[in-house]
């Protein structure tokens, strides 16, 4: 079983409209989330740390369920720019310094006129 | 500032060759990581370095080797190339428990 979990998608998404989706993660220990935005052919890049209490930033919302372990992103008012991958990205323990992060495989957006 | 910058951006090889990737940052990082990333998979780690002169084992480690002489730049090597070895390669580098940051990355093709 993989650490990180994501539907791969396509989720295909009218402008202006809503998308969601989620990632499970296996490790219980896992004490650090974060979504990373990949477009085509170029390097992952921070979108957004994911926070117990859930987070939002501009039109993205994150949200943690340690519970169920998952984590969710949420793009209201989707823009055309917003299409890519979005990539969740954990981190096992705030004990490791070393900050080595497993990544899930991405779940694709494409958002059409 | 460059941030992080990879050399080369393509490479074709042909089995059994060898070739040096380089990742450079200008940000003063302590950490840096070389990644590779394949369809339907995510992003695996290969080897890190915790600081100049260090170099640890990451999750995928087989076939390369790594060596961090400076603290801006840290050189990924395949001896003997293999088609698995065919991938796009990423590095990246962090500071503290601050982000990663990832270079734009090399295409290698390994026939």
């Known amino acids: 079983r993989k650490e990180v979990e994501q539907d791969p998608g396509p989720f295909n998404v009218p402008e202006g409209a809503t998308v969601a989706f989620n990632c499970t993660y296996s490790n219980s220990a896992s004490q650090s989330f974060f979504w990373y935005r990949q477009d085509c052919r170029k390097e992952p890049k921070l979108l957004m740390s994911v926070y117990s209490s859930g987070n939002e930033d501009g039109r993205f919302t994150a949200q943690l369920n340690r519970a169920s372990q998952y984590i969710s992103l949420l793009i209201r008012d989707s823009k055309l720019s917003d299409s890519a991958t979005y990539l969740c990205v954990v981190r096992k323990a705030t004990t490791d310094s070393w900050g080595k992060l497993q990544f899930g495989a991405g779940t694709q957006v494409v958002v059409t006129p | 500032n460059a941030g992080v910058t990879q050399t080369p951006k393509f490479r074709v090889l042909k089995t059994g060759q060898s070739m040096t990737l380089l990742c450079a940052q200008d940000?003063?990082?302590?950490?840096m990581y070389w990644y590779r990333q394949d369809p339907g998979m995510g992003l695996r780690l290969i080897h890190y370095?915790?600081?100049?002169?260090?170099?640890a084992k990451g999750e995928v480690p087989d076939g390369y080797n790594v060596s961090r002489l400076k603290k801006q730049n840290f050189l990924l090597g395949l001896e003997s190339a293999a088609p698995s070895q065919t991938s796009v390669y990423f590095c990246?580098?962090?500071?503290?428990?601050?982000?990663?940051?990832f270079g734009p990355g090399t295409r290698l093709l390994v026939l």
């Open positions: 370095s915790v600081g100049e002169g260090t170099t």
């Open positions: 940000m003063n990082h302590e950490y």
């Open positions: 990246a580098s962090r500071q503290s428990q601050e982000t990663q940051y």
